[in-house]
Structure formats: C-alpha cells, structure tokens
C-alpha cells in the first residue's frame, strides 16, 4: 500500500468507480440518475487535506490538493441489487 505522502509533489491520475443502485419501481429519484461530474467533485474535495479553502473541516488527506490531479478516469456502472452499491478510488503516480 503506497503512503498519502508519497504523493506529494507529483502528479497524479485518478480511477474512480461509481456503483450507484438503479433503485425499484417505488423509487422516485434514484442515485443511478446522479450525473458523473457531479459525482466527482466531492470524491476530489475529500481526498485533499482540507475540504475547504478555510481549511476549516479536513478531508482525508491522501492529496495535498486537485490541481496536482492530471488525468481522471471516472465510470458510472448501475447496479441492479443496493448491497452492490459502492464507490472504487485509485490513486496513482500519472
């Protein structure tokens, strides 16, 4: 497993997975209607130290921010059981 500081000055690339339950009939307005760019900018605000420029609430600090983030490779996949529901994050060196 690759340390949050080895990220550090260098510049990344980010594979995420979206697992997003298609919902049933009884279901109005599912996640799986959740557009991908929307999806991504909270993965990317919490993978940095803070999550906002106050630096009032942290975030996970595995990134020291998004600009250091060259390449984003995003999927949304429906699924069609909630217990597959879920959300992949790759960090790598790009």
Do not use: C
């Amino acid at each position: 497993m690759i340390q949050p500081d080895s990220y550090r000055g260098k510049t990344l690339r980010i594979d995420v997975e979206f697992r997003l339950w298609r919902g049933s009939e009884k279901t109005t307005n599912t996640r799986a209607k959740k557009d991908l760019d929307n999806l991504l900018k909270p993965v990317l605000d919490v993978l940095q130290t803070n999550l906002n420029t106050q630096k009032t609430e942290p975030g996970l600090d595995l990134i020291e921010g998004d600009e250091s983030v060259h390449e984003i490779n995003a999927r949304k996949t429906i699924v069609d059981d909630e217990s597959d529901e879920g959300i992949r994050i790759v960090i790598l060196e790009h």
